[in-house]
């Protein structure tokens, strides 16, 4: 309860410190959406589409942003969720270039937020562009913010059936409308890359069996000199990382993550075909042009 009530202060205090200098968010990755999404009949015990949600939301303006992909255009692992937070994050800053720091609150999900991958993009973010990044995590069980209201309206909106992952995007660009609709980007696998460095390869603040471990981290700064610093708790100072920082001979870039899309299984595609009759004939095309095993 403790640490509850240290990150309720501490993104209280964030949210009042949010200007033009400083850029203050929450982010979380909404519940599997599923597709086609109708009451027929022939749709019960049939695997269908999954189509994934990203939510941004900042906390100074109230801009949400939702970056949505399907399945077969990409994975959930945390290259794809480094890649997603360093390009939203670059084009903040590039958007705003009085940013000095930029301050991203989340869940403590490892392969979204709290590992390596993740902490590599960000470091590479605040050396390149000469800003601090925080990224600060609440506590398990007490993860209700912001953008989690983003998840709740759209929810609200999709009582209509969903035929295909478009309906989905209309949903997402029309479920606000004040202060403005949220911003909606569609991903395909083309789109996702990964670093071609690593700066680190672990990220545990202690070394020894009994020392603290990843998942006691509530926060982690990114400097732009290249130092990385962390807190285990948040009335604590910020300590450097014990990890050494590896500085490779040629420039990091980003290179594709995926080479192609990624097939579904043959089971889900004939699942989906089997659905085609409750469907308009418009959306038979979009399924019977699903990569497959």
């Given at each position: 309860?403790?640490?509850?009530?240290?990150a309720?202060?501490e993104?209280?205090k964030?949210k009042q410190?949010?200007s033009?200098?400083?850029s203050?968010?929450?982010?979380?990755?909404?519940?599997?959406?599923?597709?086609?999404k109708?009451?027929?009949?022939?749709?019960?015990y049939?695997t269908?589409?999954?189509?994934?949600?990203?939510?941004?939301?900042?906390?100074g303006n109230?801009d949400g942003?939702?970056?949505?992909?399907?399945?077969?255009?990409?994975s959930?692992?945390?290259e794809?969720?480094a890649?997603l937070?360093?390009k939203h994050?670059?084009?903040?800053?590039?958007?705003?270039?009085?940013?000095e720091?930029?301050?991203?609150?989340?869940?403590?999900?490892?392969?979204?937020?709290r590992?390596?991958?993740?902490?590599n993009?960000?470091?590479?973010?605040?050396?390149?562009h000469?800003?601090?990044i925080?990224?600060?995590f609440?506590?398990?069980?007490?993860?209700?913010?912001?953008?989690?209201?983003?998840h709740?309206?759209?929810e609200?909106?999709?009582?209509?059936?969903?035929h295909?992952?478009r309906?989905?995007?209309v949903?997402?660009?029309?479920?606000?409308l004040?202060p403005?609709?949220?911003?909606?980007?569609?991903?395909?696998?083309?789109?996702?890359?990964k670093?071609?460095w690593?700066?680190v390869t672990?990220?545990?603040?202690?070394?020894k069996?009994?020392d603290?471990?990843?998942?006691?981290?509530?926060?982690?700064?990114y400097?732009a000199?290249?130092?990385?610093?962390?807190?285990l708790?948040?009335?604590?100072?910020w300590?450097?990382?014990p990890?050494?920082?590896?500085?490779?001979e040629?420039p990091?870039?980003?290179?594709?993550?995926?080479?192609?899309?990624?097939p579904?299984?043959?089971?889900?595609?004939?699942?989906?075909?089997?659905?085609k009759?409750v469907?308009?004939?418009?959306?038979?095309q979009?399924?019977?042009?699903?990569?497959h095993?």
């Open positions: 309860m403790k640490l509850k009530a240290q309720q202060a993104k209280a964030d410190e949010s033009d200098k400083v203050v968010w929450t982010m979380d990755l909404q519940s599997v959406l599923l597709c086609p109708t009451k027929a009949s022939k749709m019960y049939k269908k589409l999954q189509m994934h949600n990203f939510t941004c939301f900042n906390l109230k942003v939702c970056y949505a992909w399907e399945e077969h255009e990409g959930l692992s945390s794809v969720f890649h937070q360093y994050f670059e084009s903040v800053l590039d958007a705003n270039r009085n940013i720091k930029v301050i991203i609150w989340s869940d403590g999900c490892g392969y979204q937020n590992c390596c991958t993740i902490t993009a960000y470091l590479d973010l605040a050396m390149k000469g800003v601090t925080e990224q600060k609440l506590v398990a069980g007490h993860t209700q913010m912001e953008c989690d209201s983003m709740s309206l759209i609200r909106r999709t009582i209509k059936d969903i295909t992952p309906d989905y995007i949903i997402f660009e029309t479920a606000r004040h403005s609709p949220y911003k909606v980007t569609q991903l395909y696998h083309s789109d996702f890359m670093l071609s690593a700066y672990k990220i545990r603040p202690g070394r069996v009994g603290p471990t990843v998942h006691d981290l509530r926060a982690l700064q400097l000199d290249g130092r990385i610093r962390h807190k708790d948040f009335e604590s100072d300590e450097d990382l990890q050494r920082l590896s500085i490779p040629e990091v870039h980003w290179v594709p993550l995926f080479p192609a899309q990624l579904i299984t043959l089971r889900k595609y004939n699942d989906l075909q089997a659905m009759p469907l308009p004939r418009v959306a038979h979009y399924y019977d042009n699903l990569p095993q």
